[in-house]
Nanobody, 119 residues
Framework: QVQLLESGGGLVQSGASLRLSCAVS????????MGWFRQAPGKERESVAS????????YYADSVKGRFTISRDNTKNTVYLQMNSLKPEDTAVYYC????????????WGQGTQVIVSS
């Protein structure tokens, strides 16, 4: 089992920055990748960024490339999402997720943290 706890959301103005954190606990040795997803009201959940738990490979959705940066600190078992130049369309509930090495899908999810960007 893997437990995830997000923090760092809030209400900011357009152009501001926020850093989301995801504290990871449990069977971390079995994690293959960590991802950040978001879901805006009335929309489907979408992938924002992901990072390998070991190694440096990352992925970003086109909509956040150049503005968001995903990183991890394995010594603290924490994954971060640095969000710069925020736009109103970034408003959503952001979720942290874990994919185990043997799984094809993300099977462990946090409770989500709300990000609201005002224009």
């Amino acid at each position: 089992q893997v437990q995830l706890l997000e923090s760092g959301g809030g209400l900011v103005q357009s152009g501001a920055s926020l850093r989301l954190s995801c504290a990871v606990s449990g069977r971390t040795f079995n994690i293959g990748a960590m991802g950040w997803f978001r879901q805006a009201p009335g929309k489907e959940r979408e992938s924002v960024a992901s990072i390998a738990w070991r190694g440096g490979s990352t992925y970003y959705a086109d909509s956040v490339k150049g503005r968001f940066t995903i990183s991890r600190d394995n010594t603290k078992n924490t994954v971060y999402l640095q969000m710069n130049s925020l736009k109103p369309e970034d408003t959503a509930v952001y979720y942290c997720a874990a994919r185990l090495t043997q799984d094809a899908k993300y099977n462990y999810w946090g409770q989500g943290t709300q990000v609201i960007v005002s224009s």
